[in-house]
Antibody, heavy 117, light 110 residues
Framework: EVQLLESGGGLVQPGGSLRLSCAAS????????INWVRQAPGKGLEWVSSLRDDATTTWYANSVKGRFTISYDNSQNTLYLQMNSLRAEDTALYYCARDYDWNFDVWGQGILVTVSS | QTVVTQEPTFSVSPGGTVTLTCGLKSGSVSANHHPSWFQQTPGQAPRTLIYSTNIRSSGVPARFSGSILGNQAALTIAGAQADDESDYYC??????????FGGGTKLTVL
């Protein structure tokens, strides 16, 4: 079965760091564009970042550029989102989602990140 | 600054037809924006309904359809059912790998 499973969330202080993981099963992550999308509590969806299937081309929303880094570990079939200099406004449920031919066709269940002192 | 605009709320009667729209604060929506539509119920991950303007995702009933109406993307739900009561989000591809979501529409079926 094709699945994505996020992990690594939790409570972190403002200015701190956290690394989210998105493990794929049933397919090879590096063959697809994979996105991170987040949703603040009670708010709408916000696209955060993408990693292209060449494993090197990355894109970021302005709100996270310079603070977040997206990357692959092919040996683990896992996508990461390294989040540094975290702010209260980064508090959200973070989803990873596969992009197949412009279709966000597979979503993880989401992982909660809370930035608070 | 909200670049992608959606109606915050909408209501439809059971069995009725509703069209939700998604526009750009500046400019017109085109197929090059690859509009997608998602349905989200509380506590669940989004579910893709429509991508690339009008292609239904696997398993999505035919009563959900997508189009471009004038200068906006549109999601039409025909024969609305109680379990269509959800939040609906659109997203546009803005170029250079960037996607932008609309603020979402809360659809009530009553």
């Amino acid at each position: 079965e094709v699945q994505l499973l996020e992990s690594g969330g939790g409570l972190v202080q403002p200015g701190g760091s956290l690394r989210l993981s998105c493990a794929a099963s049933g397919f090879t992550l590096s063959n697809y564009v994979i996105n991170w999308v987040r949703q603040a509590p009670g708010k709408g969806l916000e696209w955060v970042s993408s990693l292209r299937d060449d494993a090197t081309t990355t894109w970021y929303a302005n709100s996270v550029k310079g603070r977040f880094t997206i990357s692959y570990d092919n040996s683990q079939n896992t996508l990461y989102l390294q989040m540094n200099s975290l702010r209260a406004e980064d508090t959200a449920l973070y989803y990873c989602a596969r992009d197949y031919d412009w279709n966000f066709d597979v979503w993880g269940q989401g992982i909660l990140v809370t930035v608070s002192s | 600054q909200t670049v992608v605009t959606q109606e915050p709320t909408f209501s439809v009667s059971p069995g009725g037809t509703v069209t939700l729209t998604c526009g750009l604060k500046s400019g017109s929506v085109s197929a090059n924006h690859h509009p997608s539509w998602f349905q989200q119920t509380p506590g669940q991950a989004p579910r893709t309904l429509i991508y690339s303007t009008n292609i239904r995702s696997s398993g999505v009933p035919a009563r959900f359809s997508g189009s471009i109406l004038g200068n906006q993307a549109a999601l039409t739900i025909a024969g609305a059912q109680a379990d269509d009561e959800s939040d609906y989000y659109c997203v546009f591809f803005m170029g250079s790998g960037v996607w932008m979501f609309g603020g979402g529409t809360k659809l009530t079926v009553l």
